[in-house]
């Protein structure tokens, strides 16, 4: 919890009832888009745990809410200020507005009862869904279902995973770039050829943001049982997505292999420039250096049980707080951003849009410096696998990340076997949830 502040779920509850008793009688007027409404000034109280999303929030969104609704300010708070959402909930300094991915629906949200269903707002303003894309729908759909309720937030971003490629390496060894539509073997072959030493330097085929690859499987392969109180890792599925990843670090050259993180992998491709090919998401080529311009991307490597197939896209969404005062104003703000106009300015940026319109998809990256002349036709090729389907809402929730990060370490540092690894996964989580149903 956070920062030497007990929480108790009784005292968070008891504090959320009295705000949204408050919240209730304090609604505001409905009509706020007539110029002849006079409104009272509101200040949106914006968290997140993305501390570099305040400065693109401020540039990107702030003047465009300023102008359709010039009453409407912000205040930013988040996780790099020292404070923790349930922390400023129970001080009564509720955040109205939260970015953040699927996990803060759990971890953060529904533990410490801070969600807010937004169905009623959806159809009073008759927002249409419709707009948005199955594929980024369906993952907060699903996972509020989860907890059996509509909608507890809406996606306005994603993060679409690609294989990026470096031409450098690739032209002085003499081996063709990569296409789209490769299959993970197409791309192990390659990776074979380019994981060498040459001039003092080791070369390495294939770097990877694994932990986003392994929560957005290809597969759609869940941790957790749809119907019953255990994990769900140790399966068919799990085992060809582990062997399939992990291989990519078993070259000869490449062992003993020190214990991998997101950072390192990226570094490998974009800082020290021995990687040939990077999977990740489009959003890493934001970080790639000024100098570095000998790259390109293509479609992400599918799985042979999945041909075509890309992984679960993974959006960032927009949260309203069940504590927040200003819920149909920060609910505009929502709708704005969501907007076609809004959407396209993302989508020009290098932000990857959620909605289906097609102008919007094949406007991405064209006035974003680093992706001019750039394939980014590749974000596209595949189909995203479906969401996880919504699991029993009675049923407990557990984070995995930490120790799947921990057993995919151990399987290509050669610590374990992957059958070794998924079953101790498997045992990690089970102890997780028991624990969980004790408190």
């Known amino acids: 919890m956070g920062k030497g502040i007990q929480i108790s779920l009784a005292a ?65 708070q988040g996780a790099d200020q020292g404070k923790e959402i349930q922390d ?15 996990s803060a629906l759990n971890e953060k949200l529904v533990k410490f009862n801070l969600q807010y269903d937004l169905t009623e707002l959806i159809k009073k303003s008759n927002l249409d869904l419709s707009r948005i894309d199955p594929a980024y729908l369906d993952i907060i759909k699903n996972a509020s279902a989860s907890y059996g309720a509509g909608l507890y937030g809406l996606p306005v971003n994603a993060y679409t995973p690609v294989l990026y490629y470096n031409k450098d390496i690739f032209d002085k060894f003499g081996i063709p770039y990569p296409k789209d539509g490769m299959t993970w073997d197409d ?17 390495r085929g294939m770097t990877m943001n694994f932990i986003y690859l392994l929560d957005n499987n290809q ?64 959003a890493a080529a934001e970080s790639f250096p000024d100098d570095f311009t000998s790259w390109d991307m293509v479609s992400l490597p599918t799985m042979k049980e999945a041909p075509g197939t890309n992984a679960q896209i993974n959006p960032r969404f927009y949260y309203l707080i069940s504590a927040s005062k200003h819920k149909e104003e920060a609910f505009k703000v929502l709708e704005l951003v969501l907007s076609d106009e809004m959407q396209m300015q993302a989508s020009k940026s290098g932000k990857a849009t959620v909605l289906k319109n097609p102008a919007i998809q094949q406007a991405f990256g064209q006035e974003f410096s680093k992706l001019k002349g750039k394939h980014t036709e590749a974000l596209y090729v595949n189909k995203p696998v479906q969401a996880t389907p919504a699991r029993d809402s009675k049923l407990v929730t557990v984070p995995v990340t930490t120790p799947l990060n921990k057993e995919f370490n151990n399987v290509l540092t050669g610590k374990k076997d992957v059958n070794t690894a998924l079953r101790d996964l498997e045992e990690t989580i089970n102890k997780a949830i028991i624990a969980e149903k004790q408190k």
């Open 12 to 76: 968070l509850s008891s504090v959320l009832a009295v705000t949204f008793i408050s919240a209730c009688s304090k609604q505001s007027a409905p009509d706020n888009e007539n110029p002849q409404v006079k409104h009272e000034p509101v200040t949106l109280k914006f968290y997140t745990g993305d501390k570099d999303y305040e400065e693109k929030f401020r540039t990107e969104v702030e003047a465009k809410v300023k102008q359709k609704y010039p009453y409407i300010s912000f205040e930013f």
């Open 219 to 282: 597969l759609g392969a869940p941790y957790l049982h749809a119907s019953e109180d255990k994990s769900a890792v140790n399966t068919d599925a799990w085992k060809s997505i582990f062997s399939t990843l992990t291989r990519f670090y078993r070259f000869p050259m490449n062992t003993p292999m020190d214990e991998r993180s997101r950072v390192k992998e990226v570094n490998s491709f974009m800082k020290e420039r021995v990687s040939a090919m990077h999977a990740d998401v489009t």
């Open 88 to 102: 400023l909930v129970l001080a009564g300094d509720s955040p109205d507005i939260y970015y953040q991915g699927i």
């Open 187 to 203: 791309a192990y072959a390659l990776a074979q050829k380019l994981t060498r030493y040459e001039d003092g330097v080791q070369y």
